[in-house]
T-cell receptor, first 119, second 113 residues
Framework: AQTVTQSQPEMSVQEAETVTLSCTYD???????LFWYKQPPSRQMILVIR??????QNATENRFSVNFQKAAKSFSLKISDSQLGDAAMYFC????????????????FGKGTKLSVKP | SAVISQKPSRDICQRGTSLTIQCQVD?????MFWYRQQPGQSLTLIAT?????????ESGFVIDKFPISRPNLTFSTLTVSNMSPEDSSIYLC??????????FGQGTRLTVV
């Protein structure tokens, strides 16, 4: 079974600085997707960034980028120029390709990292 | 993309009663997923709902406690039955497409007193 591990329950960053959130996962599949979701107090799950395992290039979305190390099964999120609005819970998630290897397409989540941004 | 309308957004219920949560999607989807998020915890999959067949439940979740309906390709309900304070959680529905991210409803914050 696949697992996702986030070893940092809480992180703090100064506004305008850079912070990296860690995530490791375990899977026997070769084709899958990895995600970072943000959950503010509103409870809404917001996609931050997505990485397809077959792509070697690290995904980037404006101030958000990932360091995807497939062999090491590592998927960290870097937030540059942190803003107050970045404060939230961040969840790393894994998804197998639907119907491939028995995956139903649901997400498997890590325990989350609570990010605080100091003004 | 998909837009999911989930309701109610929150409710406070008496123990022993049941609550039905509804999710409406603005497009047809094959699978819908129901997650539970206990206070301060991550999301745990309760079950997968396919239209026209019985839902598939994850270990630790049973149909008698969490019956699910999936009458068509745009709608699903999750009922939390015979509630106890341990059922106080956020419940989220979700859909996914074949190669993009999952989309989530706004979540239902349930408090059982």
């Amino acid at each position: 079974a696949q697992t996702v591990t986030q070893s940092q329950p809480e992180m703090s960053v100064q506004e305008a600085e850079t912070v990296t959130l860690s995530c490791t996962y375990d899977t026997s599949e070769s084709d899958y997707y990895l995600f970072w979701y943000k959950q503010p107090p509103s409870r809404q799950m917001i996609l931050v960034i997505r990485q397809e395992a077959y792509k070697q290039q690290n995904a980037t979305e404006n101030r958000f980028s990932v360091n995807f190390q497939k062999a090491a099964k590592s998927f960290s999120l870097k937030i540059s120029d942190s803003q107050l609005g970045d404060a939230a819970m961040y969840f790393c998630a894994y998804r197998g390709r639907p119907y491939y290897g028995g995956s139903q397409g649901n997400l498997i989540f890590g325990k989350g990292t609570k990010l605080s941004v100091k003004p | 993309s998909a837009v999911i309308s989930q309701k109610p957004s929150r409710d406070i219920c008496q123990r022993g009663t049941s609550l039905t949560i509804q999710c409406q999607v603005d497009s047809q989807v094959t699978m819908m997923f129901w997650y539970r998020q206990q206070p301060g915890q991550s999301l745990t999959l309760i079950a997968t709902a396919n239209q026209g067949s019985e839902a598939t439940y994850e270990s630790g979740f049973v149909i008698d406690k969490f019956p699910i309906s999936r009458p068509n390709l745009t709608f699903s309900t999750l009922t939390v039955s015979n509630m106890s304070p341990e059922d106080s959680s956020i419940y989220l529905c979700s859909v996914g497409s074949s190669n993009t991210e999952a989309f989530f409803g706004q979540g239902t914050r349930l408090t059982v007193v």
